[in-house]
């Protein structure tokens, strides 16, 4: 771009290439050397300028920008969780079910086994010289769940709370707690045995798979018990005469022992071993006739059961 320059000897105006500025050369008017000075900012081709150094200007933008996002980023974030909330908790509810329904299936398994080795299934205690109750069937089956070790390490010639036996009371094998149970009582057990005149056992009587005309799918053998109160090798089981509190009662839920009905964390019912190894869920509303039907092994009730 041409450069306007004035002679500084005789005074001639003309315009010079900027190709030649910041050189010496003769005026053409005079022709005396002169300078040919470069253009001043802002005349010709803009002159641009770094920026200052330190200027914070374009930070406190973005700052600015983030920080007023934060609060809509918490709302979108709370909103997801609310809506995802109730679909985890589902989730996790079913896998601790299908956790306590395969506990109860290990439980039957060990029960068959116990039963082909002795021909019999185990009674639900062993009495002592008095008749009272002293070594649990939960105890009897532990050499069929794995569990030979502490199996070999109880004594029966000892009572279940012995100091001894009792040593071993927080080994409690796993298959023995539903896991939608909180860990406060980790010596209790969730599963307890049907026990009755005519029940699976009527405490110290062993069943055989004959003695079971109902039918074994249709006869209960072990059921839930939430916060049963009840040590895994403590003796002691559920009442069949106790189903007349149904399932869930929630109006005696809150109260200790295990004469409160079949109870359990799942939301809707309770799940129960059949003496057939299969695993069912009883709703809440179930009739308690059929209930107390599915308790005896030869009532000869027509019952409908519910299936796996």
């Known amino acids: 771009m041409p450069i306007p320059f004035t002679c500084p000897d005789c005074g001639h105006q003309t315009t010079v290439s900027d190709e030649f500025a910041g050189q010496s050369g003769p005026c053409a008017q005079c022709g005396r050397t002169v300078f040919i000075p470069p253009p001043a900012p802002g005349a010709g081709a803009p002159v641009l300028l770094p ?49 306590c329904s395969n506990n109860l299936k290990q439980i039957g398994l060990a029960m068959f086994n116990y039963e082909e080795a002795f021909g019999c299934f185990p009674p639900a205690y062993i009495p002592d010289e008095r008749g009272r109750p002293k070594h649990s069937w939960r105890v009897l089956i532990l050499p069929y769940l794995d569990e030979k070790a502490l199996y070999d390490q109880y004594d029966f010639n000892e009572p279940w709370n012995s100091p001894h036996n009792s040593a071993l009371a927080a080994r409690m094998p ?39 005309t109902d039918g074994l799918s249709n006869t209960v053998m072990v059921v839930e018990a939430a916060h049963s109160n009840v040590n895994w090798m403590e003796p002691k089981d559920f009442d069949a005469t106790d189903v007349t509190y149904g399932v869930n009662n929630r109006l005696l839920g809150g109260l200790p022992g295990l004469m409160w009905g079949i109870r359990s964390e799942h939301p809707g019912g309770a799940q129960v071993l059949f003496c057939d190894g299969s695993v069912r869920f009883l709703s809440e509303g179930i009739d308690l006739g059929v209930l107390r039907a599915l308790t005896t092994i030869a009532g000869g009730e027509a019952v409908f059961t519910p299936s796996d």
């Open 174 to 212: 796993k298959v023995y707690r539903c896991p939608s149970e909180s860990e406060n009582d980790p010596e209790w057990t969730s599963y307890v045995m049907v026990v009755g005149p005519q029940a699976f056992s009527d405490g110290p009587t062993a069943r055989k798979v004959l003695d079971f």
């Open 51 to 99: 920026p200052k150094q330190g200027s914070a200007a374009p930070l406190v933008v973005v700052i600015v920008v983030e920080v007023a996002a934060i609060p809509v980023l918490f709302i979108c974030t709370g909103i997801l969780v609310a809506l995802l909330l109730p679909a985890i908790q589902a989730s996790r509810e079913a896998a601790r079910r299908a956790t």
